[in-house]
């Protein structure tokens, strides 16, 4: 998913992008030290949400929302670099994914691919480790879950920044397939991970594309939920 922010909001992210350079300090607020304080891992604590229904979507959770810390932490992982934080996200994406999917059944988490302009920029789909780790925690909580890449893009995808809802849903509409192969085999339940909704325009893609091929989805869980 893309970003845009206001310059003010921006000051903490670019407080710990100065931070990266000079030495440790956390990718939410910049304070030198830990890579996330103690006051921010107060105020990052996994407290996850049910989000408005949003048109197509599977029932969707988020950690948290797309403000504050949660948000500069998002925008440090995204375009800082700072991959350490990948595990930490991971966690809380976790903690979305289990409100959102209660019970004993085994999860299949599925994550929603970056465009591939965005994967080639940053090095990697940076949505993929999160789906990892979030998977290890909630094996290490006694569910028993895996991630699986199912889904690709058939077609280029303009980036969604600027474009209004419905401008979203057709830019996206028919973008995404399973790969080849990759679907069955499976008795989990799948549910989409992502970094952020907004509209939901891709989760309902990615959700379209699985029904496609015959993978009905359960559920979606986000790191972050922008109104
Ligand atoms: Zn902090």
């Given at each position: 998913?893309?970003?845009?922010?206001?310059?003010?909001?921006?000051?903490?992210?670019?407080?710990?992008?100065?931070?990266?350079?000079?030495?440790?300090?956390?990718?939410?607020?910049?304070?030198?030290?830990?890579?996330?304080?103690?006051?921010?891992?107060?105020?990052?604590?996994?407290?996850?949400?049910?989000?408005?229904?949003?048109?197509?979507?599977?029932?969707?959770?988020?950690?948290?929302?797309?403000?504050?810390?949660?948000?500069?932490?998002?925008?440090?992982?995204k375009h800082g670099g700072a991959r350490a934080l990948a595990a930490r996200s991971g966690v809380r994406l976790a903690a979305a994914v289990a409100a959102s999917a209660p019970g004993p059944r085994p999860l299949l988490l599925v994550p929603v691919p970056a465009r591939p302009q965005s994967v080639r920029?940053?090095?990697?789909?940076?949505?993929?480790?999160?789906?990892?780790?979030?998977?290890?925690?909630?094996?290490?909580?006694?569910?028993?879950?895996?991630?699986?890449?199912?889904?690709?893009?058939?077609?280029?995808?303009?980036?969604?920044?600027?474009?209004?809802?419905?401008?979203?849903?057709?830019?996206?509409?028919?973008?995404?397939?399973?790969?080849?192969?990759?679907?069955?085999?499976?008795?989990?339940?799948?549910?989409?991970?992502?970094?952020?909704?907004?509209?939901?325009?891709?989760?309902?893609?990615?959700?379209?594309?699985?029904?496609?091929?015959?993978?009905?989805?359960?559920?979606?869980?986000?790191?972050?939920?922008?109104?």
């Amino acid at each position: 998913m893309p970003y845009s922010a206001s310059p003010s909001s921006l000051l903490p992210f670019l407080r710990a992008l100065g931070g990266l350079a000079l030495g440790e300090c956390c990718r939410a607020c910049g304070r030198p030290g830990a890579l996330v304080c103690p006051e921010c891992a107060d105020a990052l604590a996994a407290r996850p949400h049910r989000c408005p229904p949003r048109p197509g979507c599977p029932p969707t959770w988020a950690a948290g929302p797309y403000a504050g810390a949660d948000r500069a932490l998002l925008l440090a992982y995204k375009h800082g670099g700072a991959r350490a934080l990948a595990a930490r996200s991971g966690v809380r994406l976790a903690a979305a994914v289990a409100a959102s999917a209660p019970g004993p059944r085994p999860l299949l988490l599925v994550p929603v691919p970056a465009r591939p302009q965005s994967v080639r920029r940053r090095g990697g789909d940076q949505t993929v480790p999160l789906a990892r780790y979030a998977a290890r925690e909630l094996c290490r909580r006694g569910r028993a879950a895996a991630h699986r890449p199912l889904l690709r893009h058939r077609r280029r995808v303009a980036d969604q920044v600027g474009l209004g809802r419905g401008e979203r849903r057709g830019n996206l509409a028919g973008a995404l397939e399973v790969r080849r192969g990759a679907a069955g085999g499976t008795a989990a339940d799948p549910v989409l991970v992502d970094d952020v909704v907004t509209t939901g325009s891709t989760l309902a893609e990615a959700a379209r594309a699985l029904r496609a091929a015959g993978i009905r989805v359960r559920s979606a869980a986000v790191l972050a939920e922008r109104r």
